[in-house]
């Protein structure tokens, strides 16, 4: 079982809808979550960092379940210039550096 | 430029060929990632730099990969006797310090076929 799961998609949205996006995670030690975006052979950005009181930046809501072990992306009014793949990835540890464990990405196409 | 910088970029090897792709971190960053992308899939970590110090290297495949980072600044990881399964693209992540919350800057990456 693979330590982050994804639904790969693809999410064909109409520009203007709300889409959400989901991923659970097996190592229950897990401390850090975050949402990264990639573009089509580009590398990889952080797009937003995950906490359990839930986040918002702009169109963007993260939230965080830990009991569950669940992670969630909701973008509103959704524009062609999301279309991308967006990577769930969980960082294991606390107090030092730590490798980032990624999701294989849920893959969003926004159509007009 | 200010970002982390790859090189090269791409790269074609024929099976059994030795390669070595760089990294330039950014300026002054302590910590250097190095991270495995197949087709269709997530970026998998393959080892992790302190300064010179390689702290995790739990990530990598076999022996036949090798990473250093003699000055703690440019990285370089090596591959040896390429086989097919390593075709991939390669990227390196740099972070300013140590901390959890310090976010993990990507470069471009190199993309490696192996024939």
């Known amino acids: 079982r693979k330590e982050v799961e994804q639904d790969p998609g693809p999410f064909n949205v109409p520009e203007g809808a709300t889409v959400a996006f989901n991923c659970t995670y097996s190592n229950s030690a897990s401390q850090s979550f975050f949402w990264y975006r990639q573009d089509c052979r580009k590398e990889p950005k952080l797009l937003m960092s995950v906490y359990s009181s839930g986040n918002e930046d702009g169109r963007f809501t993260a939230q965080l379940n830990r009991a569950s072990q669940y992670i969630s992306l909701l973008i509103r009014d959704s524009k062609l210039s999301d279309s991308a793949t967006y990577l769930c990835?969980?960082?294991?540890?606390?107090?030092?550096?730590?490798?980032?464990?990624f999701g294989t990405g849920t893959r969003l196409q926004v159509t007009l | 430029g200010a970002g982390v910088s790859q090189s090269p970029r791409y790269k074609v090897a024929k099976r059994g060929q030795d390669v070595a792709l760089r990294c330039d971190p950014i300026s002054g960053h302590v910590s250097l990632f190095w991270y495995q992308q197949a087709l269709g899939q997530g970026p998998e970590f393959l080892t992790y730099?302190?300064?010179?110090?390689?702290?995790?290297k739990s990530g990598l495949p076999s022996d036949r990969f090798f990473a250093e980072r003699p000055e703690g600044s440019v990285s370089t990881l090596k591959i040896q006797r390429t086989q097919q399964e390593d075709s991939a693209v390669y990227l390196c992540?740099?972070?300013?310090?140590?901390?959890?919350?310090?976010?993990?800057?990507f470069g471009p990456g190199t993309r490696l076929t192996v024939l």
């Open positions: 730099f302190q300064n010179e110090a390689q702290l995790d």
């Open positions: 992540a740099s972070s300013f310090s140590v901390g959890v919350k310090d976010e993990q800057f």
């Open positions: 990835v969980v960082m294991p540890k606390t107090g030092t550096a730590s490798k980032l464990t």
